[in-house]
Every structure is written in C-alpha cells, then in structure tokens.
C-alpha cells in the first residue's frame, strides 16, 4: 500500500470516528429529550387529572350550593307568605266581624306583622353582614335592663307553651357597661328563640355568668339551655353556615328563616367572642359565648339612671313622644294612600297639623302657598321621588334649615347615605315605628 493509501484510510478512519461519534451524542441527545418528553407528559397527564378532579368537585360544590340556596329561597317564601296569609285572612274575617271579635283578629294580625317584618330584619341584617356594612354602636347600657326586656318579651310566649323559662343572673352584678346593647339583646333574643320554638315541654334557660371581673373590665359568659329536641353531631355542623340549616325538614316543621344562628354568630364575633353549641339528640341544646364589655361605672345604679322603656305601654310612650309636638306643622309626601293614612292618622292623633302631597312635585307646589316646621319624605314616588325635590328644596336658601326627614322602605345602607347626600335631615324605615317618627321629629323640630 502506497503512502497515498495510507493517508486516505487514515482520513476516512477519522471521519467514521466523527460520524460514530455524531451519531452517539445525537443518540444520547434523543434519549435525553425523550425521557424529558416522557416526564412532562406524565406530569401533564398528573395535572389534566387532577384539575379534572377539581373541576368535578367545584362542581358537586356548586350544584350543593345551588341546591342549599334554592331550598333556602323556597324555605323563606314559604316563611314570608305564611305570615302574609294570615294578615290577608285576619283582615278579610274582620270586614265582616262583629266588633267584639275585630280586636281579637286586629292584635292577631299584629303579631303576624311582626313575625313579617322579623324574617325581613334577618334578611337585611344577613346582607349587611355579608357586605361587610355591619358596625358595632358602642354606648353605656345596664344589663339588667337588656335582660328585663328579654324577660317581658319571652314570659307570655313560654307560658302559652307551658315552659319554664327562668333566667339567672349574678346578684352582685349592680354595674354599667360599655357596649353595644342592641345587638346583644338581638343575640340573645335570637338564641332563645331558637330554643323555644324547638323545645315542646320543660325548660328554656338563660344563664349569665360571672367569668372575671377588675377595675376597668368585666367579662361574662352568656348561655342559653333548653330541654327540646337537641341535634347531632351532623346536624351541629350545619349550624352558622350561610343559606344552610341543620334539617330543612325541621326547619319547615319549626317555621323561621333559618338565619338568626349565622347573625347571632357575626355578631359575636365582631364583640370579640364565638358561639358554641352542645346538643344531645333528645335531651336538648345549650348555646353560649363569652363577651368582655368596659365597666362605665361601678357601684349601685340608681332607678332614674336609665329610664325603663320595657315598662312602658305603647300609648305612654306614645304620649311622651308627642310631648311638645302639639301645632307642629308636617308636610307628608307619600304617593300610597294607605301610607298616607298611616302616618297622618299617627301624627293628628298626636295633635300636629298635618299637610298631604302626593309626590316631590305636589310638594314644591304646596310648600310655596304655605309654611311648615317639618317635611317627611318618601323617596320612591311617581312624577316627582324624594331625592329630586329634596335637591330643588335645598337649592331655595328660605328651606336651607328646614328638617326634612326621609321614609323609605328601601333601608340599606347606600340608600340611606344618599339620603343624606342629597340633603336630608334624617331617615325612618317602613313600617313606620310611630314613636319613632314622632321622636325624630321631635329631634329636629323642638330646640
């Protein structure tokens, strides 16, 4: 072999050497990037798997949702008409009533009026609560009086059930507190609702006690029993969950809208506390919590210190709130006639001169012919709302202190603020409360 030979297969070795070791690093290189292949779709498969199953279960989620929602929608219909029915029924019976029997029918319309307005008051407080608008009103108040008036509004209710209800209470607890006394007595309230409407003999308690006690604070456990039906363990998880009760079976049974567990614990919970339960199948439910309040004062609290509105009848503290108001000249703007009756048969009653408009354009009509003191205001009326002649009013300087109060049946908060943008003085919800409106009145009349 020739030296030209030798130099050929020298070259050619090399470049096989190079292809053969191209080929391997390119076989290596494909191994490589398919086993990456290989693993990314594993995990992509893992991922597809496991989002499908989110997917499912957010689903299951949301169909239980739809489902608990709907049976809560169908729940509150059946608890709005069934008071509803009866005050169409009562008042049909009593057109054609003897006049000893239209009382009987009148206070009995009156309590399904207030069952009513009850499920109205749990829905409202419920969307406050979800909203976020919900805020504590702190003031001094006395326990003993929160608890007297809990006392009265339960006694004749348990007695028609033959209950014992008995509230105990330290004897030693002579002081005044700081805090916001409404929506304590509305929890409580609530919970011994709760408990009363499922308990059909024995007892409903209602326990307060001492837990700690020092110069500035006092803490205090609350705590509601009852001998009633009691849950279990399933049940108990249901409670103070939105749109969800322990048993929509017993909620149709029991009535009520279902609600008043899941405000009474926001309401807890914005005091700084948290509701707990105990039940027994049977034996009965004891609901409490633990509240701390600032000590305002110390030492006995005289009678006169905070007058007892409890003891009161409605025609007493009718008469104390009209008190002044006599010749006090009203504009009423309110475009219903029943409404129109209400408030003006209210208000006459209490001797105030009162003047009707049926909307914001009669208003502005009538309030150039003559002067008034004070103007209660409907916000939604035809031709003319509330808001509208509320901003013409105030554009006339001659009405720039005139009061002019707002009563709406529409009580969120947005449309109570704008309310007060527009340049109301004030705001009363329907139903109207009279003497709330003639202490509102009142308020921004006598000086």
Same mark, same amino acid.
């Given at each position: 072999?020739?030296?030209?030979?030798?130099?050929?297969?020298?070259?050619?070795?090399?470049?096989?050497?190079?292809?053969?070791?191209?080929?391997?690093?390119?076989?290596?290189?494909?191994?490589?990037?398919?086993?990456?292949?290989?693993?990314?779709?594993?995990?992509?498969?893992?991922?597809?798997?496991?989002?499908?199953?989110?997917?499912?279960?957010?689903?299951?989620?949301?169909?239980?949702?739809?489902?608990?929602?709907?049976?809560?929608?169908?729940?509150?219909?059946?608890?709005?008409?069934?008071?509803?029915?009866?005050?169409?029924?009562?008042?049909?019976?009593?057109?054609?009533?003897?006049?000893?029997?239209?009382?009987?029918?009148?206070?009995?319309?009156?309590?399904?009026?207030?069952?009513?307005?009850?499920?109205?008051?749990?829905?409202?407080?419920?969307?406050?609560?979800?909203?976020?608008?919900?805020?504590?009103?702190?003031?001094?108040?006395?326990?003993?009086?929160?608890?007297?008036?809990?006392?009265?509004?339960?006694?004749?209710?348990?007695?028609?059930? &033959?209950?014992?209800?008995? %509230?105990?209470?330290? #004897?030693?607890?002579?002081?005044?507190? /700081?805090?916001?006394?409404? @929506? +304590?007595?509305?929890?409580?309230?609530?919970?011994?609702?709760?408990?009363?409407?499922?308990?059909?003999?024995?007892?409903?308690?209602?326990?307060?006690?001492?837990?700690?006690?020092?110069?500035?604070?006092?803490?205090?456990?609350?705590?509601?029993?009852?001998?009633?039906?009691?849950?279990?363990?399933?049940?108990?998880?249901?409670?103070?969950?939105?749109?969800?009760?322990?048993?929509?079976?017993?909620?149709?049974?029991?009535?009520?809208?279902?609600?008043?567990?899941?405000?009474?614990?926001?309401?807890?919970?914005?005091?700084?506390?948290?509701?707990?339960?105990?039940?027994?199948?049977?034996?009965?439910?004891?609901?409490?919590?633990?509240?701390?309040?600032?000590? &305002?004062?110390?030492?006995? %609290?005289?009678?006169? #210190?905070?007058?007892?509105?409890?003891? /009161?009848?409605?025609?007493? @503290? +009718?008469?104390?709130?009209?008190?002044?108001?006599?010749?006090?000249?009203?504009?009423?703007?309110?475009?219903?006639?029943?409404?129109?009756?209400?408030?003006?048969?209210?208000?006459?009653?209490?001797?105030?001169?009162?003047?009707?408009?049926?909307?914001?354009?009669?208003?502005?009509?009538?309030?150039?012919?003559?002067?008034?003191?004070?103007?209660?205001?409907?916000?939604?009326?035809?031709?003319?709302?509330?808001?509208?002649?509320?901003?013409?009013?105030?554009?006339?300087?001659?009405?720039?202190?005139?009061?002019?109060?707002?009563?709406?049946?529409?009580?969120?908060?947005?449309?109570?603020?704008?309310?007060?943008?527009?340049?109301?003085?004030?705001?009363?919800?329907?139903?109207?409360?009279?003497?709330?409106?003639?202490?509102?009145?009142?308020?921004?009349?006598?000086?």
């Amino acid at each position: 072999m020739t030296a030209a030979d030798d130099n050929l297969d020298i070259k050619w070795r090399k470049r096989l050497y190079r292809e053969r070791l191209a080929r391997q690093t390119a076989e290596k290189l494909l191994e490589e990037k398919s086993r990456e292949l290989y693993l990314l779709n594993l995990d992509l498969e893992k991922q597809v798997k496991l989002r499908t199953h989110e997917l499912k279960a957010a689903l299951v989620k949301a169909e239980v949702a739809v489902k608990v929602k709907a049976e809560f929608l169908a729940n509150m219909s059946h608890e709005i008409r069934t008071p509803m029915n009866a005050i169409i029924g009562l008042s049909l019976l009593g057109m054609n009533a003897p006049i000893d029997k239209q009382h009987h029918y009148l206070r009995n319309i009156s309590g399904a009026s207030e069952s009513l307005l009850a499920i109205l008051n749990d829905i409202l407080d419920f969307s406050k609560i979800e909203s976020g608008n919900v805020k504590l009103e702190l003031d001094y108040f006395n326990l003993d009086e929160v608890i007297e008036n809990i006392a009265m509004l339960f006694t004749e209710e348990v007695r028609r059930k &033959a209950l014992t209800f008995t %509230i105990i209470q330290p #004897s030693n607890l002579n002081v005044l507190l /700081k805090g916001d006394a409404l @929506r +304590l007595k509305q929890i409580l309230i609530n919970l011994i609702n709760n408990s009363a409407k499922f308990t059909h003999k024995g007892f409903v308690n209602l326990e307060i006690s001492l837990i700690s006690q020092h110069e500035k604070e006092i803490q205090l456990q609350f705590a509601v029993k009852d001998s009633g039906i009691g849950m279990n363990e399933e049940q108990q998880k249901m409670l103070f969950q939105s749109f969800s009760q322990a048993d929509t079976s017993i909620t149709r049974r029991f009535g009520g809208s279902g609600l008043g567990l899941v405000i009474s614990q926001k309401f807890v919970e914005l005091m700084g506390g948290k509701i707990t339960c105990k039940s027994t199948p049977d034996l009965g439910s004891e609901f409490f919590f633990t509240l701390s309040f600032e000590i &305002a004062t110390s030492g006995k %609290i005289s009678e006169t #210190s905070i007058p007892s509105s409890a003891k /009161k009848t409605l025609l007493q @503290r +009718l008469a104390e709130a009209a008190e002044s108001l006599e010749n006090v000249r009203v504009l009423l703007v309110e475009d219903t006639p029943l409404n129109q009756q209400v408030a003006s048969e209210f208000l006459r009653n209490a001797k105030l001169h009162v003047t009707v408009a049926d909307n914001g354009k009669e208003a502005l009509a009538v309030l150039e012919q003559n002067v008034f003191d004070v103007i209660l205001m409907d916000v939604q009326m035809p031709v003319m709302d509330g808001f509208e002649a509320t901003k013409i009013i105030r554009e006339n300087s001659q009405f720039a202190h005139l009061p002019i109060i707002a009563m709406s049946a529409g009580v969120t908060l947005d449309e109570q603020e704008k309310c007060h943008h527009v340049g109301m003085s004030d705001f009363i919800a329907k139903p109207i409360n009279p003497v709330q409106m003639l202490e509102k009145i009142k308020q921004h009349v006598i000086k």
